[in-house]
């Protein structure tokens, strides 16, 4: 069974780009959500995608956006990035909506300079 | 909405002896709560969890505690070991999940 995966493992951006993170879900789990991890903090919810549509959004702004495909990877969009962005960027899968249990992958690090 | 507390922030204790990190929470309608461990460079690991229905569960030298009517629940580490140090999480929900703040576990040898 193949675990949470990520890439790239560490990013360097300037302010104003933009970035885009994948993930590749456990095999046999079709939802996957994302997580902003500062440094010294738990993770934040971003939002969830369950079989391609968005499932439920935290608090974060619209140029945070996702993509989940049908093999059920997922990608991370930020736009117009700012200094605040930099954080450990979590993804975390799980077998179905109703399944509470979340299996985290290893997390992309961006720094925004 | 949702709002998690963790204690403490930091944690040390001498190896073999116990460990408890407590959290309470808000919102009377959650129901799952688990616990996650996070070593340096990894992702966040589900230890344990418990949902509303049950008071107490336990997982060879790990276990969690839930009281609802308090809003609160802890996690006890027995016989601590030096791979125990890590960062713990303790989270309240299964969509939307909120995380505390953590709490950094020093076991010493």
């Known amino acids: 069974e193949t675990g949470v995966t990520q890439s790239p493992t560490h990013l360097i951006k300037t302010r104003g780009q933009q970035v885009t993170l994948r993930c590749s879900s456990q095999?046999?789990?079709?939802?996957v959500s994302w997580y902003q991890q500062a440094l010294g903090q738990g993770p934040q919810f971003i939002f969830q995608?369950?079989?391609?549509?968005?499932?439920g959004r935290g608090n974060f702004p619209p140029r945070f956006s996702g993509l989940q495909f049908p093999n059920y990877s997922s990608e991370l969009n930020v736009n117009a990035l700012e200094l605040d962005d930099s954080a450990l960027y979590l993804c975390?899968?799980?077998?179905?909506?109703?399944?509470?249990?979340?299996?985290f992958g290893p997390g992309t690090r961006l720094t925004v300079t | 909405g949702e709002n998690v507390e963790q204690h403490p922030s930091t944690l040390s204790v001498q190896e073999g002896d116990s460990a408890v990190i407590k959290c309470t929470y808000s919102?009377?309608?959650?129901?799952?709560f688990p616990w996650y461990k996070q070593e340096l460079g990894k992702g966040p690991q589900l230890i344990i969890d418990?949902?509303?229905?049950?008071g107490e569960k336990k997982d060879q030298r790990i276990a969690v505690t839930l009281n609802k009517t308090a809003k609160h629940f802890s996690l006890h580490i027995t016989e601590t070991q030096p791979e125990d140090s890590a960062v713990y999480f303790c989270?309240?929900?299964?969509?939307?999940?909120?995380f505390g703040a953590g709490t950094r576990l020093f076991v010493k040898a």
């Open positions: 975390a899968s799980s077998s179905d909506t109703l399944s509470y249990e979340q299996y």
């Open positions: 095999s046999g789990h079709n939802t």
């Open positions: 995608y369950y079989r391609e549509e968005e499932n």
């Open positions: 919102d009377s309608a959650s129901n799952y």
């Open positions: 418990i949902r509303s229905n049950v």
């Open positions: 989270a309240v929900g299964g969509f939307k999940t909120i």
